[in-house]
Structures are given as C-alpha cells and as structure tokens.
C-alpha cells in the first residue's frame, strides 16, 4: 500500500539551545571527491563539511548550496 502521510525525510523538530533554527554557512574542502546533494545528512571534520556515513554522528543536513 502507498505511503499518504507524505514524508519529507531528515527535518529538524527544536534547535539544541532552544530557539529558532537558523542555517550555518560552512565549507566544503575543495578536495572533497564525494558528491554531497541538497538534503544529505552531514558531519563536520577540521571545519569541513562532510557527507555523513551510516555509522557517523550527524550534525545536520545540507539545505541547499550557495
């Protein structure tokens, strides 16, 4: 049977501080090789943006590139 609640994927329900979510602006090391798309789940390592793996600790999720 089809899905009909229409999910969305990773969405964040509270920001860890309280408050309102608001997006960071971080770097992608222009040696990365791995291809990281709007919506995939990411870790931070040395100040870089990097695509989460199954067994990493996220820090959240690409929204979009600018």
Do not use: E, W
């Not at 990773?10 to 990281?36: L, N, Q, W």
């Not at 943006?49 to 820090?59: D, E, F, K, R």
């Amino acid at each position: 049977m089809a899905n009909t609640d229409k999910p969305d994927g990773f969405t964040p329900a509270y920001h860890m501080y309280g408050g309102v979510i608001r997006p960071a602006r971080m770097k992608i090391a222009s040696a990365y090789d791995t291809a990281i798309y709007s919506g995939d789940v990411v870790t931070l390592a040395s100040g870089y943006v990097n695509q989460a793996g199954a067994t990493s600790t996220p820090i959240g999720f690409l929204r979009g590139l600018l």
